[in-house]
Every structure is written in C-alpha cells, then in structure tokens.
C-alpha cells in the first residue's frame, strides 16, 4: 500500500509542476497521510475527508492559491 500510495503522491506532485512550474517536495509520512500546502495554508488533508484528492480538482486548488 505505501508503494502504491507513494506512487500515486509522486504522479500528483509532478502533475502540479507542470501546471504550474513551481517545485513540488513530497515528505514522507506515516499512517496514509497526504497533504498539500501551499503558501503555508493546508489546501488538501487526505487524513481529514479520508480518500485521496480528485486529482483535477487539487490542480485547480492549488492554481488558486498560487495565484492569489
């Protein structure tokens, strides 16, 4: 599970650098946990709603904040 997990992190963080150029650091957690911050503002907490985001709706989340 964690390989698939890290897997799937991996794809997510490098679709968000290429829309939107910024460098993505992925950190290795424990416990399922996966959380996209941006701008020091938690935007995605797969331990809060308990599933992995869907991956369209982050892209625009984080597109958002960005530009902000």
Do not use: C, M, N, W
Request: hydrophobic share 40%.
């Amino acid at each position: 599970l964690d390989v698939k997990l890290s897997a799937k992190a991996a794809r997510v963080a490098e679709k968000i650098k290429k829309k939107t150029g910024e460098e993505v650091e992925l950190i290795k957690g424990t416990g399922g946990a996966f959380e996209v911050v941006v701008k020091g503002e938690t935007i995605f907490s797969k331990k809060t709603t308990g599933a992995f985001p869907d991956e369209d709706q982050l892209l625009k989340d984080v597109k958002a904040k960005l530009d902000r």
